[in-house]
């Protein structure tokens, strides 16, 4: 047994899993902040960004070692290759996270979205961090068949994304171009984080069978 | 030249232990077939059943077909020596005859076959076996020296330039870079990919990544339990084999998940 390798390709794992469920937890207050107008909440969001941004360099430089020191082959392998570029998703999810914060910051003590879009907003919230948290479950346990559900949960936040075109372009629309601008945006933030965490979990399913779902073959 | 190997149903006993059960597999032509597996699994001596050297320990002998091309080469009647002279092989550790010259040991196969050769004939295949296996501008200006003051890498190109002198179909290498330096690894892996557009060439290492890097199809042995016969696990696409092997023995061993 290569005894210190295999601890290091779980670890490999865990700073994921650990990551999914910081990006989750951003994205939950994120949503909060972008609610109830509050500051403080914003504010550690944007702060504890850095913490993924760090752990991504660090999935990259264990990944890099693996690869230099272990030459994995096989599943192990996939898991390595899967996780450069599951971190980097990962990371992206913490941004997406990120700029709604910042939104929520930048008109702060105004609220930045019309009352009418609001449910909307906390509806894809919710969706976005229990994707995310799916993504940590998906990661921990391999479990292929979890992997590919997050992948058709994901198409309730596309069909609110899509919704909210409407809703802007309406000619009645009362709010005017900047709040229009800030929910065509926000949007596209809760939209991409769903589409991250689909794109996490389908790396995982890639871990298992050795195939990406959705690329050709019979698998997708 | 470059003959195609069909292996059916061989067992292998060295007098009345069964070292290897049950081996069928089609090894082809102008491609590197590599066997990899654990110590003891019976990959040498499945290889030494191809050139009927396996044989000549006392008591060994084989059950089941091993043609190549259209000639069954355990045939009643059969020549084993042809059989070798038609399928070379390069061993573990460099062998040149070591009282020999350079040139000596390229034309020993040939001159063992008793053809008669002209001095001029011999002359070309001496230089073309040893430009063959990347040797020749090493060694033209010192042919009358003895192999033996050759370095191991070079020696062991010798060994490739003698096997390869005879014209063989199919050249065996059993561990041919295990005594090697990195170098003179790389330069025999490089000789390989060049040879296997002429040969057949079978390739038993315990170095995976070796077997990655040259061979076109892997093929994985081993014991079925302690003091069971050696198997033929799985054999396939050597991509196939280091990304998605079907047998998860074959991924255990090649991830180093065993013991």
């Known amino acids: 047994m290569r005894e210190a390798y295999h601890v290091e390709l779980d670890n490999l794992a865990d700073n994921l899993a650990r990551m999914s469920s910081q990006v989750a937890d951003a994205m939950e207050r994120a949503t909060r902040a972008l609610l109830d107008s509050d500051l403080k909440l914003a504010e550690q969001v944007i702060s504890d960004d850095s913490l993924v941004d760090n752990a991504r360099a660090d999935s990259e430089e264990q990944a890099y070692a693996l690869l230099a020191l272990q030459a994995p082959v096989a599943t192990d392998l996939r898991i390595v290759v899967a996780a450069l570029h599951a971190a980097e998703s990962l990371e992206r999810m913490g941004d997406l996270a990120l700029h709604v914060a910042k939104a929520a910051r930048r008109r702060h003590p105004d609220p930045v979205l019309p009352a009418e879009v609001r449910d909307y907003f906390a509806r894809m919230g919710e969706v976005d961090v229990r994707l995310a948290r799916r993504a940590e479950d998906v990661i921990r346990t391999k479990d292929v068949e979890a992997a590919r559900r997050i992948e058709a949960d994901d198409d309730e936040v596309d069909d609110i994304h899509r919704h909210l075109f409407t809703v802007i372009m309406d000619k009645d629309w009362p709010h005017g171009v900047a709040a229009a601008v800030d929910v065509t945006l926000l949007g596209r933030f809760y939209e991409r984080y769903a589409d991250h965490a689909v794109s996490v979990a389908r790396r995982m399913v890639f871990v298992v069978t050795g195939r990406m779902p959705g690329y050709g073959g019979s698998d997708s | ?259």
Request: charged share 25%; net charge neutral.
């Open chain 2, 1 to 259: 030249m470059a003959k195609r190997i069909e292996v059916k149903d061989l067992d292998i006993y060295y007098d009345k232990f069964l070292a290897v059960q049950g081996v069928s597999m089609t090894i082809q032509p102008r491609s590197v077939t590599a066997l990899i597996g654990p110590s003891g699994c019976g990959k040498s001596t499945f290889l030494r059943t191809l050139n009927r050297m396996h044989e000549l320990v006392p008591g060994a002998r084989v059950d089941g077909k091993v043609f190549m091309d259209d000639q069954d080469l355990y045939a009643n009647g059969v020549d084993p020596v042809k059989v070798r002279s038609q399928i070379g092989m390069v061993f573990q550790r460099p062998n040149p005859f070591p009282t020999m010259s350079i040139y000596d040991n390229v034309a020993a196969g040939l001159k063992l076959n008793s053809k008669r050769l002209k001095r001029s004939e011999l002359d070309d295949i001496v230089e073309r076996s040893l430009r063959a296996a990347n040797l020749w501008e090493e060694v033209k200006d010192r042919l009358p020296k003895p192999g033996s003051g050759l370095s191991g890498g070079q020696q062991q190109r010798l060994c490739i330039a003698r096997a390869i002198a005879v014209q063989p179909d199919v050249l065996l290498m059993d561990e041919p870079c295990s005594a090697l330096d990195p170098i003179s690894t790389q330069a025999i892996e490089d000789l390989m990919l060049e040879l296997k557009e002429r040969y057949t060439i079978v390739i038993v290492t315990h170095n995976m990544q070796q077997a990655a890097r040259v061979s076109d199809v892997t093929g994985f042995f081993n014991l079925r339990g302690v003091g069971q016969p050696g198997e033929l696990v799985e054999i396939d696409e050597t991509t196939k084999i280091f990304s998605t092997p079907s047998k998860k023995a074959t991924e255990d061993y090649i991830s180093g998940r065993f013991g």
